[in-house]
């Protein structure tokens, strides 16, 4: 391993946390613009962010480890499929200890451990939140690991940055089985990340809430870390969809001076990944939540389609 490729692992890393809540900006940028309405700045969320870190914490009496722990479980296992995905560059320490299953994996703990804090306190608006969370990762989680079981056949390898470099060489082709596994992805991460029409990350009424319901006794830094982690979160999914399917402009080689020309590409890409989200959140209206299981049952079909066209097709 290259004493260069350290040095891309942590740049990826600070890019990823120093990033996201820019690109969060970003799409809610868009997304007023597209409303006709006054943006907020692009760097409001980072603004948000401290103005929180900067409040005290305030825990309920029979807050347990778990609440006060999960702020810092949901960071770190953002920061640590941080170092995992190819963003930047394949060639990375941390990439061959762990493939893209590892990475699903670490979002399901996070969920798991939200969901748990959110009962923790015992209120209704908590113990509600976790229900419907638990709802539709049931529902979520058999259609991405269809995808990705559906790319993997595809790339022969389920790791990211194998994935990389098979479709980078020109031994991948466009193919019926990889357009379906990119359509239930998307479907997927729509409801992973809690965006439109699964979820309403800017909605705090009691008959939508998902998300939010189970956050909505966090104050303070933790309240900050969970929101800068959703963040993370949402990046780390247009950064996976990135590598799985349109990996071009990631650094096959550890080298730093293939870095500018990737942020650049990234950057690029980054930016359209965000007019996709407000073109899919503003041309759809938010789902009634019995309403999921069909939207997410088309993801999970999608999915099959694309394996069951691997089969015969490929």
């Not at 006709?36 to 005290?56: E, H, M, N, V, W």
């Not at 022969?156 to 990119?182: D, K, N, Y």
Request: aromatic share 10%.
């Amino acid at each position: 391993m290259k004493p260069s490729a350290f040095v891309v692992e942590l740049l990826q890393i600070a890019a990823v946390v120093g990033l996201a809540p820019a690109f969060v900006g970003w799409v809610r940028m868009l997304k007023c613009w597209s409303q006709g309405r006054t943006s907020a700045s692009l760097f409001q969320p980072y603004r948000d962010l401290a103005k929180l870190i900067g409040k005290d914490v305030v825990l309920a009496e029979n807050a347990s480890w778990i609440f006060r722990f999960t702020p810092y479980l949901l960071f770190g296992t953002a920061v640590l499929s941080a170092g995992i995905i190819p963003i930047l560059s394949v060639d990375l320490p941390m990439a061959p200890a762990a493939d893209i299953i590892v990475i699903v994996a670490l979002f399901a703990i996070a969920r798991f451990f939200t969901a748990l804090a959110g009962m923790d306190i015992g209120t209704a608006f908590g113990g509600m939140g976790a229900s419907r969370e638990m709802m539709i990762a049931s529902l979520a989680e058999p259609a991405m690991l269809m995808a990705i079981f559906t790319v993997s056949l595809t790339n022969r390898s389920t790791s990211l940055a194998q994935i990389v470099m098979v479709i980078t060489s020109g031994e991948t082709v466009v193919r019926p089985s990889l357009a379906f596994a990119l359509l239930a992805f998307v479907m997927i991460a729509l409801a992973e990340t809690g965006r439109i029409p699964v979820d309403n990350p800017a909605t705090h009424l009691e008959l939508t809430m998902v998300h939010e319901a189970m956050i909505l006794e966090y104050s303070g830094r933790h309240l900050a870390l969970i929101e800068w982690a959703g963040m993370m979160k949402l990046f780390l999914f247009v950064a996976m969809g990135i590598a799985a399917f349109l990996p071009w402009g990631i650094a096959t080689e550890g080298h730093l001076l293939a870095l500018p020309a990737a942020f650049g590409i990234l950057f690029a890409k980054l930016g359209l990944a965000g007019i996709g989200i407000v073109w899919i959140e503003t041309g759809l209206a938010k789902m009634r939540l019995f309403r999921l299981t069909e939207f997410l049952g088309s993801a999970f079909l999608l999915a099959t389609l694309g394996m069951i066209s691997f089969f015969i097709l490929d």
